[in-house]
């Protein structure tokens, strides 16, 4: 085991890296929908969706 340990210690550690990545780009995500961002910046006019994914209120 420790053997397999040391000879994929590079692709373990780089595995980690990509998981901390997403989960953290998640997060932030999350953390902005709960504040009521939109992940588009909400520049309708300059979309070529404008008035689709907003509704009016």
């Given at each position: 085991m420790?053997?397999w340990?040391?000879e994929?210690?590079?692709t373990?550690?780089a595995?980690l890296?990509?998981?901390a990545a ?8 999350i953390?902005?929908r709960k ?8 520049r309708?006019?300059?979309c070529?969706?404008?008035?689709q994914?907003?509704k009016s209120?």
């Amino acid at each position: 085991m420790i053997t397999w340990l040391t000879e994929n210690i590079g692709t373990i550690v780089a595995a980690l890296a990509v998981i901390a990545a997403a989960a953290i780009a998640v997060a932030v995500i999350i953390k902005d929908r709960k504040k009521g961002k939109s992940p588009c910046g909400n520049r309708c006019a300059h979309c070529a969706m404008a008035g689709q994914c907003h509704k009016s209120k």
